[in-house]
């Protein structure tokens, strides 16, 4: 198996080698190496090296094969809970709207119930087969980011390590702000206490930002729209839980848990930087009625 892509050069990139080309795409050194060393990159259909300078309107190709990457085979049982809603898809990736209650992924071999058995199922007909880049809370539904082959997973990671890959996030959380914008810069690391949780500012806390913005309330509780600046495990549910307003539902730090239907954070859009172009899309997931209808969480 491989993966071919045939990249016409932009006027972003006239005059730049192609080394600078493929670091500009984020190709990850080892790569771009095996690249070089196999002579898999062609410039205008001859074989090329990676010093030579490009102009505008070049056709520049790379051919990938499964020994440049650490996890080139998608192994998820295709086995459909339900079917999956694809909310955007290109050739290279995929944003699904996942469940609440449903699992991001398997968490052993032959596990199926998670969204990317759902994706998988639902690939079959097309050949292609999904591969992690980001995981949402078993809890959490909304948009999340799955790839189409091994060529992008590094390059998406890049981008989202790199904040070109933004998330905001909507829940519903207990009592009211006092003001109606601001920012959580509490560093979060493991809980010492409990191994299932982390917490602010531990010996291991690393650095974390979160935006929110208030935009509605009921009597006890308030719609807050959070921005992930990090990734931290647990980030949005710990800097909230730490500010005293957990989010309603939250079975590890919501001490009233147990009268919510759900946890009450929805992934609710993804602003994507498309591997191998200059290109932004913004995918909204649909919020769930809960999140609409405050009369509807008032008793929770």
């Keep these: 198996m491989t993966w071919t892509y045939q990249l016409t050069i932009p006027s972003?990139?006239?005059q730049q080698s192609i080394r600078a080309c493929l670091r500009t795409w984020l190709i990850p050194k080892r790569i771009q190496g095996q690249l070089r060393q196999t002579r898999r990159i062609q410039l205008n259909g001859a074989p090329t090296s990676i010093a030579q300078l490009?102009?505008?309107?070049?056709?520049?190709t790379l051919t990938f094969i499964p020994s440049d990457f650490r996890t080139p085979t998608s192994n998820y049982i295709a086995a459909a809970t339900a079917p999956a809603t694809i909310l955007y898809q290109n050739s290279d990736l995929l944003v699904v709207d996942k469940p609440a209650g449903v699992?991001?992924?398997p968490n052993q071999p032959g596990e199926t119930g998670s969204i990317l058995n759902d994706l998988a199922a639902t690939l079959q007909p097309t050949q292609q087969v999904p591969y992690m880049v980001h995981r949402l809370d078993q809890m959490t539904s909304g948009a999340m980011l799955v790839a189409l082959n091994p060529v992008v997973v590094p390059i998406l990671d890049r981008l989202i390590s790199d904040?070109?890959?933004r998330r905001t996030y909507y829940a519903w959380v207990r009592g009211h702000f006092a003001t109606p914008t601001g920012h959580f810069t509490a560093p979060i690391g493991h809980?010492?206490?409990?191994?299932?949780?982390?917490?602010?500012?531990?010996?291991?806390?690393?650095?974390?930002?979160?935006?929110?913005?208030?935009?509605?309330?009921?009597?006890?509780?308030?719609?807050?729209?959070?921005?992930?600046?990090?990734?931290?495990?647990h980030q949005l549910r710990v800097h909230l839980a730490a500010s005293d307003h957990p989010i309603i539902g939250d079975p590890?730090?919501?001490?009233?848990a147990e009268s919510a239907p759900r946890l009450m954070l929805h992934?609710?859009?993804?602003d994507l930087q498309l591997p191998f172009s200059t290109t932004r899309v913004t995918v909204p997931a649909p919020l769930p009625s809960l999140f609409e209808k405050p009369h509807l969480i008032e008793n929770y």
Excluded at 54 to 60: E, F, H, Q
């Design 103 to 105: 699992k991001s992924h």
């Design 12 to 14: 972003s990139l006239n």
């Design 267 to 270: 992934a609710q859009l993804l």
């Design 54 to 60: 490009v102009n505008t309107g070049d056709r520049l």
């Design 163 to 165: 904040k070109q890959i």
């Design 191 to 233: 809980d010492a206490t409990d191994k299932r949780k982390r917490w602010v500012n531990t010996a291991d806390a690393q650095p974390a930002l979160t935006d929110y913005e208030v935009c509605a309330t009921t009597a006890h509780q308030s719609l807050v729209k959070l921005t992930l600046h990090t990734g931290r495990t």
């Design 252 to 256: 590890l730090y919501d001490s009233q």
